[in-house]
Antibody, heavy 117, light 107 residues
Framework: EMQLLESGGGLVKPGGSLRLSCTAS????????FNWVRQAPGKGLEWVSS????????NYADSVRGRFTVSRDNARNSLFLQMNSLRAEDTAMYYC??????????WGQGTTVTVSS | DIQMTQSPSSVSASVGDRVTITCRAS??????LAWYQQKPGKAPKVLIY???TLQRGVPSRFSGSGSGTDFSLTISSLQPEDFATYYC?????????FGGGTKVEIK
């Protein structure tokens, strides 16, 4: 069974940093592009970042560019999101999602990030 | 950026009803569109990709159509487990964008 498991969320003060992780199992991690998608409480889905299989094609939403960095370690079947200079508006559930045929076909259960003083 | 506009934002329907949700892109996206279902406290689940291709394991009462700028998701006979929020998502170009969501509620 294909699975993704996020970790690393928590409560952080404005201006602080967090590193999210997403560990994959049940499929060949290194073959796929991955995305981070977030959802603020009671709101819709917002795409955050995308990284391809070789890490040579990376994209970010304008709202996080320059503050967030996506990376992956194919040997460890892991995806990461380094989040710096966090703001209150970054408070959300963060999901990692595998991409296949230009859709996100496998999602993790999410990890909660709360930015508050 | 491509804006995705869903309508309606919510719909009340009964079990057995036919429900159609529409999604309009601010510019042409060919057929690079996916539909997701999300239930409270759960991650989204893909239903349709490529505008009309049913994801494996998704019931055939779900169908998608459209191309260019106008798309629709139809549930032919609403079941109790279909009460959820539905999102469209364009995969034509970065940034990837989602519609605002349509909540399907019990009448």
């Amino acid at each position: 069974e294909m699975q993704l498991l996020e970790s690393g969320g928590g409560l952080v003060k404005p201006g602080g940093s967090l590193r999210l992780s997403c560990t994959a199992s049940g499929f060949s991690f290194s073959d796929y592009t991955f995305n981070w998608v977030r959802q603020a409480p009671g709101k819709g889905l917002e795409w955050v970042s995308s990284i391809n299989s070789r890490s040579n094609f990376i994209n970010y939403a304008d709202s996080v560019r320059g503050r967030f960095t996506v990376s992956r370690d194919n040997a460890r079947n892991s995806l990461f999101l380094q989040m710096n200079s966090l703001r209150a508006e970054d408070t959300a559930m963060y999901y990692c999602a595998k991409e296949d045929y230009y859709n996100m076909d496998v999602w993790g259960q999410g990890t909660t990030v709360t930015v508050s003083s | 950026d491509i804006q995705m506009t869903q309508s309606p934002s919510s719909v009340s329907a009964s079990v057995g009803d036919r429900v159609t949700i529409t999604c309009r892109a601010s510019q042409g996206i060919s057929r690079w569109l996916a539909w997701y279902q999300q239930k409270p406290g759960k991650a989204p689940k893909v239903l349709i990709y490529g505008a009309s291709t049913l994801q494996r394991g998704v019931p055939s009462r779900f169908s998608g159509s459209g191309s260019g700028t106008d798309f629709s998701l139809t549930i032919s006979s609403l079941q109790p487990e279909d009460f959820a929020t539905y999102y469209c998502q364009q995969a034509n170009s970065f940034p990837i964008t989602f519609g605002g969501g349509t909540k399907v509620e019990i009448k």
